[in-house]
């Protein structure tokens, strides 16, 4: 063991790679392009306007105004506006010749058009205008004070995507350097690092056998998220919201109030998550065996500060996932494929002035054990447990330690997979899902209308705002490009939000066949008919799912696959393995229909 200690840290302390530094250098422009553009022009704009807004209106004469139009190399014109003009404050007269809080030529929307024109006819008429004078410094003046929502929002975006980009890539690296590692390891050299006869003790996080949840880095991201998008938004809110509503600019007064809800939302997430984490401590699972074993068991306990009470209930999952780090040359995404699951219901017990939930679990020998994360392809053990008892919101999820042990547990004697109650828990999850009639050799099933309202209307609303953010860069003068793309999205989901809040399904399914029918607002969109003989068997297919806090819940499909290669759904939104296997197991029971593999 000692060598391996040794070969680890020899490994951990090497010096990064030279294509570290070239990533850098790659990343390095990003970063200064964002900051420079917010620092040049939001930055000062924003400011110019805050303090703008208790200058005082004074008439003046216009002695000369030009709008003057730019010609790029590649054909685009931008304009910007000179002016001249004359006023007077306490018997005293000044000169002022600021046309605009952005002096810079743009061709975003019309509005240096549009000013230069109102100064030029000033100018020919002779009439005077209304400029913005400082009045602790007289000799400070401005003919327009507009802060242009739709040029500060194109500014912002640039901003926030290429210093976005480049901050994240430089981040990773900071602590890939610091902590000896290249961000993005060669396959070469990570798949083999030596961790030694025991790899469960040389990771810290593992080595005494109190693991603690990532609800340590929850609690981190919801508070920088937050207060990063309200630094940014309430101030803005403050000085534009008044404004907005005393001209009647309900557009702009209707924008601002979805950041301002946007990041209430986001306030709220963080401190829930605060208050989860004062709740229930730093809760830590100790296992038994340690390590989980592969071909044997993986049992822990976890110790909560919860009153006991009988109907405390804790489903809990044991996930096991590959991943595969981008390998550059135009494949850069990382990839997860989940390779097994179960689910459970774990044991409460009684402990001093809270519970022990414990659970255990059988692992077949054949799945890959715990690798190197440092590796480009590894696989990774991930336990989750979330509270079902209602009035209690609990749910944790922990990175676990697996290997070719054959351990087994010296206390835990049950497989929470065969837990008694765990039958009546998915039995209630599917009820409020589809209502399920037994038939003579067959059953129907009925999946209603707006059986998943909640996630629906969520669906709505986020393409409601995409789209409405589109529409208003569009109605501000923003490029077309975004406009197209954002309300193009945002139509997108909302379609996809209503269908999934209006459309029922319809299910007959005994032995001599099926038959399924999908309707639309009651409208028939597709019908399905097959004998039984057309039938090949049952297929569970997995279909995206849904993440509330560390747990993540799958979705499933139960599918009739069928001769000719297609597939018939027989069941959707069937939230859990757990319970789209016994529904499975149910279909399969009363119709005779055979399982295939992967289901």
Known sequence: MTDARASQGRAAHQKPPAGVWVLALFALPFAAAGVGIFLLMVAPAVY???????????????????????????????????????????????IGQRAAIHERPDNIGSFQEQLGRRLQGA???????????????????????????GLLGLALGLAGLSGGFGMLVLAKIARAVWSGHSAKPSSQDADHIDEGAFPWLQRAQWADNRIRSDQRETLKTAWFIALVWNAVSLPLMALKLPGAWTRGSFVSFGAMAIFGVLGAGLFVWAVRAALDARRFGDAHLVLDPFPGALGGHFGATLALPVPYTPDLVFLT????????????????????QELWRAEGLAHVQPQGDGVAVSFRFDVPAHLPASGNPMAQEH???????????????FARGFVVPLYATGFTSSRLSADVTQHPGL???????LSDLASVQALPGGMQLYFAIGRRWAASL?????????????????????????????????????????????NSLRVHIDRQGLWTERRVLGFVTARHQARAEQVVGLRLKEGGGTRS??????????????????????????????????????????SGYTALDGA
């Open 549 to 590: 806090g560390a747990s993540s819940v799958a979705n499933y499909r139960l599918v009739a696959q069928l001769q000719s290669g297609a597939r018939v759904t027989l069941a959707e939104g069937v939230r859990g393995l757990a319970a789209a296997r016994q529904l499975m197991q149910t279909v399969q029971s009363r």
């Open 423 to 429: 039958h009546a828990l998915m039995s209630r999850e």
């Open 458 to 502: 969520m669906v709505l609303v986020f393409g409601a705002i995409f789209a409405g953010a589109g529409w208003f860069a569009g109605a501000k003068g923003a490029p077309l490009l975004f406009p197209v793309m954002f309300c193009g999205a945002g139509f997108a989901i909302v379609l996809g939000g209503l269908y999934e809040l209006t």
């Open 317 to 336: 999952r044991l996930l096991c996932t590959r991943y595969e780090k981008g390998r550059g040359r135009g494949n850069d995404e990382d990839n997860e």
């Open 379 to 393: 696989h990774g053990w991930r336990l989750e447990v979330q509270s079902m008892t209602p009035g209690l919101k």
């Open 48 to 94: 110019d306007w805050a303090r703008m807004q208790s200058w005082q209106p004074v008439a003046a004469q216009v002695e000369s105004a030009t709008l003057q139009s730019h010609h790029g190399s590649k054909g685009g014109t931008s304009h910007s506006v000179s002016v001249r003009y004359r006023y007077e404050v306490g018997g005293v007269t000044y």
């Open 123 to 149: 100018q020919k008429t002779g009439a005077p205008v209304q400029v913005w004078v400082n009045p602790a410094k007289p000799a400070e003046s401005i003919a327009d004070r507009s802060l242009r929502p």
